[in-house]
């Protein structure tokens, strides 16, 4: 079963000419048809250009030419990554049908590795929301209870990886929107240090929270995947040129002699009881390996959600101001050019978008900027300031992902309610520190929970190290959602 | 009846300020690497930048920040280490991404001044600052619908922004007409103002003489030439000064220049009710100017034409001249060199002669063919050869007008033409006291006829000497000579 | 805090060229009201002397992680071709784009 085969394997497999990557890709066309009508975690599938990409690799094998590191490995991408000639929507009416002239610098790294791209995975639009629920386009659901929210905005891509529907996938994370997804739908979550990767092609949500970063069944996995979207990029000028260090080599180094710190913040609110149960789990089994355990304080916790809902709206509100109808997009056609662009704005965003947009604008406001905006960055500092004390005392902060597992559609009755079910992942952004969700087991009712891993800035090595050992000693192992095996 | 300008100008003050906004030389835009060009066909220079695609990231241009840091250094601009890059927010179907970046709370220069010539005299004006930006693309009006071309979307610019402190519309048509002077002669801007590479928005008020507080000011938008600056902030200055004669007030507002109806009509919009939002771009970080970079900024930096025009006038050349020659750096340029191979220098004599030389005979030949300094046939060296052999006495001015004239058009050396030519001047004492002598003997009726008073015959020996000689008697001379052989 | 009322709603609609139907008007006045009672309690934290931290990497201080000052040199590449730039351009005439006439001056 070519489907459940780690990218590691994939890659191994067709370059040892145990399958052919048309083969590979193949299977997962059919068992996509098969599967994602139901499911619903992409909005595109590119079959022609994966086959093609596919036979391309084979050819390569055959003509005894280099293969990638990542060769003939299906792989799928959130819908807000820029793909050129395949339909980039963000999950938005106001961008359907846009066909990109460009590549995005994380896609063409994989292409450059050998990477197949299967095709677009679904989101809340412009990936702004918690629960995929809020695309424009289609509801993804969870693999492991149908109904149940995959979270987001990455859910389909969570959703896909989590269903063997692709073997890794990319997502994007402003405010938590690869590591919730990835704890709802039981796979590993990575959002790198912010300047990492590259966001040139990536469709803005919030510029200084943006991130891409890989979603995958293993730790191992998105290790490999992170390594090939790393890297310097001259095309985006908060994109640091710092040296990539070999994230697989970190793998096996064991949790004996790490220090994990525990915000005591994270801990004190209300916390789902498997979830608190899960995470007493990982810690023991951390302390087993030779951890050792300490607690922690980020005392301005309580400031970064109110600060996050400032920023990313703030940014957002101008990031979108560019789907104006003009050049590209949706438009509403009205007689005059002020109606035009209204109309074409309130019929292409959906309630969520105009909500935050609505937020930002109001931020933004001259005589309001130094009261909001402003203010919400001092805090990012105060909340900066937080994480470097308490990486003093330790080299990795371990946390809940979310305080709850995947809820029910429709759960999140007010937008307020699902705002705050990011609050454990926001900090991250707004730091601008790398942070992963790697699944720590699963509730009684068969839900997967995330454990967070926050590290310090370009210290993705650290974390991978420690969500090894969780995966190793707390992970799913070959638990897959039922009905999907 | 209201009073005239000129009575109104007795109590009233005009006081203008400028923001005039240049494009930046390069070849490609501020923040991407689409080319920058006048005159393709539209839409032809873009890119998914230039046309504000998603996932589109700016990455700042080395040479425009190079080109703004030398205007900032020859104004004498503080230069901020660390300047910002700010999102300035509005929509407008030429402005692809609904904002325009720009700086706004920590601009590139702060604090400069330009040095304006008015009439006669030097006037310093402060720079409030100067700042990077890009330019939006072309909208054009075709009845009931606009089209938009985005060429010209994303060219970098600098805005500079004066003090308030210009107090009539000559002021400010010189504040532009220096301000063009600067650009080009820094080659940082080609400043063609007809392809609106510099722009300039006016602000005007005008207040009682002797008020401390400037009166309220309405802006001046789409000027694009030194004539229609000077026309529109005459025209503003007058519309003013009618209203607040007759004690009216003065709304805040925006209006537009027509050039053509030669009058200014406020802009009523509902778009007018905006609000920037400016904020610092997230996707760039701040703009470091280091110490390398301002090194070779300040060594590569010319000498400036104010300077010059100083240095000018120190060595003897006339005002009007010395003006003439700043107005263009090649201008300058050629001067110098002029002046430099010519064995006095700028100094005494010789800057002068090279001047009415260069200005006299060079610019017009230039000007007959339509050429600039910079296509000069002639190099400067060669015009300085050609000023010495008149100003030694080896030919006379007159020959040498013809000797520049061969020059300048087969680009033979002016010597070489003397000596082809047969046309030294005379100058040797006996040769020409022989010469002279039998002109007189020719003529002894003429002589006589002098002798007994007839003061008019002198020119006829002139005449004759200089027929005898093929005009290449030193004429000093031959004056001094002929009165000793005439006796009088 | 103080709660939105609808002229301000309607003003910030307006700014961010949004047209809400009145149905939606009502509910972002009171959504973001629920929203600005909540996160508007930053506007009252005593932030006196603290940097604004504008990026998510440390601009402020140099260290070995910032890379500052990247520029990019004046080397054009190609242009899009017009069709590819204006490919999904709902309204054109030949090579130009068309949008509803612009009141003239309208632009600040
Ligand atoms: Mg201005
Ligand atoms: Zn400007």
């Known amino acids: 079963m070519s489907e459940w085969w780690s990218v590691v394997e994939t890659a191994r497999r067709i370059a040892d000419g145990e399958v052919t990557a048309f083969r590979v890709v193949e299977d997962m066309l059919v068992r996509i048809t098969r599967v994602d009508r139901d499911l619903g975690a992409y909005l595109e599938i590119d079959g022609d250009g994966a086959r093609t990409a596919a036979n391309e690799i084979d050819r390569k094998r055959k003509a005894g030419e280099k293969l990638g590191p990542l060769a003939g490995v299906p792989i799928a991408l959130k819908d807000n990554l820029v793909t050129k000639g395949i339909v980039t929507t963000a999950g938005s009416k106001i961008l359907a049908g846009w066909v990109p002239p460009y590549e995005g610098t994380a896609v063409e790294k994989l292409r450059a590795a050998g990477a197949v791209i299967l095709g677009k995975t679904n989101l809340d639009e412009f990936g702004m929301g918690s629960s995929t629920e809020r695309s424009a386009f289609k509801k993804t659901k969870n693999p492991w209870d149908s109904s149940r929210v995959p979270g987001g905005s990455s859910g389909g891509s969570a959703a896909a990886v989590a269903a063997g529907l692709c073997a890794a996938s990319l997502g994007t994370d402003t405010g938590g929107s690869i590591r919730q997804p990835a704890a709802f739908s039981g796979v590993v979550g990575i959002k790198p240090t912010y300047g990492r990767v590259s966001r040139w092609g990536v469709v803005a949500f919030a510029s200084s929270l943006d991130q891409v970063g890989p979603l995958a069944r293993t730790v191992g996995d998105a290790a490999l995947i992170l390594q090939t979207i790393c890297g310097h990029d001259p095309r985006d000028a908060t994109s640091l040129d710092v040296p990539v260090p070999d994230f697989s080599a970190a793998l096996a180094a064991g949790a004996r002699g790490l220090r994990v710190g525990l915000p005591k913040e994270y801990f004190a609110g209300e916390l789902e009881e498997h979830v608190r149960a899960a995470l007493d789990r990982t810690i023991a089994a951390l302390r087993d390996q030779g951890a050792e355990i300490v607690e922690v304080s980020l005392p301005h916790t309580h400031l970064a959600l109110p600060a996050y809902y400032i920023v990313a709206p703030a940014e957002a509100s101008s990031n979108l101001a560019r789907y104006d109808g003009i050049r590209y997009g949706l438009r509403v056609e009205a007689p005059d050019l002020l109606t035009q662009y209204s109309k074409t704005r309130g019929a292409g965003f959906g309630p969520e978008v105009k909500r935050r947009i609505m937020l930002g604008t109001y931020a933004l406001r001259s005589g309001y900027y130094d009261a909001y905006y402003k203010k919400a960055q001092q805090i990012r500092t105060l909340i900066k300031r937080d994480f470097d004390a308490a990486f003093e005392s330790c080299d990795v902060l371990l946390t809940p992902t979310t305080p709850t597992t995947a809820f029910r559609f429709g759960a999140k009755a007010t937008p307020l309610d699902m705002y705050l079910a990011d609050v454990f992942t926001l900090s991250c952004n707004l730091a601008g520190l790398p942070g992963m969700s790697v699944p720590c087991g699963l509730t009684p009712e068969g839900l997967p929970v995330g454990a967070q891993l926050l590290g310090k800035p370009l210290d993705e090595v650290t974390l991978l190290r420690a969500g090894a050992a969780i995966e190793a000693a707390v992970g799913l192992g070959d638990r897959r959602p039922g009905g999907f095996a | 009846m209201s009073r005239s300008v000129p009575q109104m100008l007795e109590d009233w003050e005009p006081v203008i300020g400028l923001e005039v906004h240049v494009q930046l030389a390069t070849r490609t835009k501020a923040f991407s690497p689409s080319a920058v060009h006048f005159g393709e066909p539209p839409n032809s220079l873009t890119d998914p930048l230039v046309l504000g695609m998603p996932g589109t990231l700016p990455v700042f241009n080395k040479l425009a920040l190079e080109l703004a840091l030398k205007l900032g250094v020859a104004t004498s601009s503080k230069i901020r280490a660390r300047s910002r890059f700010a999102r300035k927010q509005y929509f407008y179907p030429d402005l692809p991404k609904g904002y325009q970046i720009s700086q706004y709370d920590e601009p590139l220069c702060e604090h400069g001044h330009l040095d304006v010539l008015v009439g006669t005299t030097v006037k310093r004006v402060r720079l409030t600052r100067i700042h990077l930006e890009e330019d939006a693309g072309k909208n054009t009006h075709v009845g009931a619908v606009s089209h938009v071309d985005l060429n010209r979307a994303g060219v970098p610019l600098v805005e500079v922004v004066s003090e308030p402190e210009l107090s009539s519309a000559e002021e400010a048509a010189e504040f532009m007409r220096s301000l063009h002077r600067l650009v080009r002669w820094l080659e940082i801007s080609e400043a063609d103002m007809e392809k609106g590479q510099l722009r300039c928005d006016a602000n005007v008020s005008v207040r009682l003489r002797g008020e401390d507080r400037l009166g309220q000011r309405t802006e001046l938008k789409n000027i694009n030439s030194f004539r229609f600056v000077q026309n529109a902030v005459e025209h503003e200055i007058a519309r003013q000064l009618r209203i607040v004669d007759d004690g009216g007030r003065i709304e805040r507002e925006t209006r537009l220049w027509d050039a053509d109806a030669g009058q200014s009509a406020p802009m009523r919009s509902k778009e007018e009710a905006n609000d920037y939002r400016y904020f610092p771009d997230p996707d760039l970080p701040p703009l470091v100017v280091d110490g390398s970079t301002m090194g070779t900024i300040l060594h590569a930096l010319p000498e400036l034409p104010l300077p010059r025009f100083e240095r000018y006038q120190t060595a003897g050349i006339a005002r009007d001249d010395a003006r003439t020659l700043i107005s263009d750096r090649a201008m300058a340029d050629y001067f110098d060199a002029a002046c430099l191979a010519h064995p006095a220098g700028h100094a005494g004599h010789g800057g002068r002669t090279i001047a009415n030389w260069m200005l006299t005979e060079l610019l017009g030949a230039l000007n007959t063919d339509g050429k600039d300094i910079r296509e000069s046939p002639m190099a400067a060296e060669t015009l300085s050869a050609l000023v010495v052999l008149v100003e030694d006495g080896t030919i006379s001015g007159k020959i040498g007008k013809e000797i520049f004239a061969e020059s300048y058009k087969t680009g033979e050396a002016p010597l070489a033409i003397i000596d082809r030519r047969d046309v030294r001047q005379i100058s040797d004492e006996p040769a020409l006291w022989e010469i002279i002598d039998n002109v007189v003997k020719a003529s002894p009726k003429q002589a006589e006829a002098y002798a007994a008073g007839k003061d008019g015959l002198f020119g006829f020996f002139v005449g004759a000497v200089m027929k005898a000689t093929n005009s290449r008697a030193n004429p000093v001379m031959t004056t001094d000579l002929l009165k000793k052989r005439l006796g009088r | ?108």
Do not use: N, W, Y
């Open chain 3, 1 to 108: 805090m103080p709660t939105l009322t609808r002229k301000e709603v309607e003003e910030i609609a307006l700014l961010a060229r949004l047209h809400l139907e009145s149905d939606e008007l009502e509910r972002m006045q009171s959504e973001l009201g629920v929203i600005l009672d909540h996160f508007g309690t930053i506007a009252a934290i005593d932030a006196t002397g603290i940097p604004a931290m504008t990026h998510a990497v440390a601009m402020d201080h140099a260290g070995p992680f910032v890379s500052l000052g990247v520029l990019r040199p004046d080397e054009p590449q190609p242009s899009l071709p017009v069709d590819e730039a204006l490919r999904g351009t709902p309204k054109r005439d030949g090579d130009l784009i068309v949008v509803p006439a612009i009141i003239p001056g309208a632009k600040e």
